[in-house]
């Protein structure tokens, strides 16, 4: 849950900068969409896609740690 939360997130600020771009820009949307995934040397794009794989995994891990310790809570209830 907390990955699909993360990725949703994700999507939404995506829509929402390109939105903005567009309004900003006085552009249209499938340029200002294909403007944010290039990857220009110099822009210190790397740390926004680095943050981005970083959050991706921390919520793997913790999704599953939620489903590891609700399994382990089904079993010490007795239920």
């Known amino acids: 849950m907390v990955t699909f939360f993360t ?3 994700f999507i939404s600020m995506v829509l929402f900068t390109t939105v ?3 309004y900003y820009y006085d552009s249209n ?3 200002c969409f294909t403007r944010l995934f ?3 040397p110099g822009l210190r794009e790397w740390m926004v896609y680095l943050t981005f794989v970083f959050g991706i995994a921390i ?3 913790q999704d599953i740690r ?3 310790n609700k399994g382990r809570g089904k079993g010490a209830n007795g239920k």
């Open 7 to 9: 990725i949703l997130l």
């Open 20 to 22: 903005l771009d567009c």
């Open 29 to 31: 949307v499938l340029d």
């Open 38 to 40: 290039i990857f220009d």
């Open 59 to 61: 919520a793997l891990i």
């Open 66 to 68: 939620f489903k590891n």
